[in-house]
């Protein structure tokens, strides 16, 4: 079973900002990695794919890159909505399982 | 208007079991795979299972496994998630989450809430 390992737990930072996400993989997973942002009270919603694609309607100011075991969510400039909850998440393909990391909160500092 | 709504969660004893829905619009629901995640309150999100397009393969996370069945009726647009044997640990939140076909789920249902308790 593949981990994932997301780091820090908690980032305090300033709107205006740049925000550094870490997820580290127990194994590789070479670019099948997604990255999700959720709300409180809100599901979870799709950010990035395929470690480094933006999904639809996703603002250019976030944006992924890594490979291998080894990933990143950059958010360059913060914006008041961004405070949330971060999930990277993969997928294996034997057997045939998701995993989420257990989630980085961006909190106002 | 793409969208997921899930129903069926609610209380239920150590041991019961239950049926989750999830009705799916406007998009063409047997070209995805499906799968619903879990959230129990105040945790991080947790891949629970998943089907293939067309129904025909499934899987599970090992803690659900033989006790959760999922299955789709591609005709009527509609997920399931029958639960049995449910104990104290599968309280959560249950969404369903369309498959973007690229090991990512690009659409989420707001969740039905499922609570095992005596």
């Known amino acids: 079973e593949i981990v994932l390992t997301q780091s820090p737990a908690t980032l305090s930072l300033s709107p205006g900002e740049r925000a550094t996400l870490s997820c580290r993989a127990s194994?590789?997973?070479?670019?099948?990695l997604a990255w999700y942002q959720q709300k409180p009270g809100q599901a979870p919603r799709l950010l990035i794919y395929?470690?480094?694609s933006r999904a639809t309607g996703i603002p250019a100011r976030f944006s992924g890159s890594g490979s291998g075991t080894a990933f990143t969510l950059t958010i360059s400039s913060l914006e008041p909505e961004d405070f949330a909850v971060y999930y990277c998440?993969?997928?294996?393909?034997?057997?045939?399982?998701?995993?989420f990391g257990q989630g980085t909160k961006l909190e106002i500092k | 208007e793409v969208h997921l709504l899930e129903s069926g969660g609610g209380l239920v004893q150590p041991g019961g079991s239950l049926r989750l829905s999830c009705a799916a619009s406007?998009?063409?629901?047997?070209?995805?795979?499906m799968s619903w995640v879990r959230q129990a309150p105040g945790k991080g999100l947790e891949w629970v299972s998943g089907?293939?397009?067309?129904?025909?393969?499934?899987f599970y996370t090992d803690s659900v496994k033989g006790r959760f069945t999922i299955s789709r009726d591609n005709s009527k647009y509609t997920l399931f998630l029958q639960m049995n044997s449910l104990r104290a640990d599968d309280t959560a939140l249950y969404y369903c989450?369309?498959?973007?076909?690229?090991?990512?789920?690009?659409?989420w249902g707001q969740g039905t809430m499922v609570t095992v308790s005596s």
């Open positions: 989450a369309k498959d973007l076909g690229a090991f990512a789920f690009d659409l």
């Open positions: 406007g998009f063409p629901f047997s070209s995805h795979a």
């Open positions: 089907v293939t397009g067309g129904g025909g393969d499934s």
């Open positions: 194994q590789s997973v070479s670019t099948y």
């Open positions: 395929d470690a480094s």
């Open positions: 998440q993969q997928r294996s393909n034997w057997p045939r399982r998701y995993s």
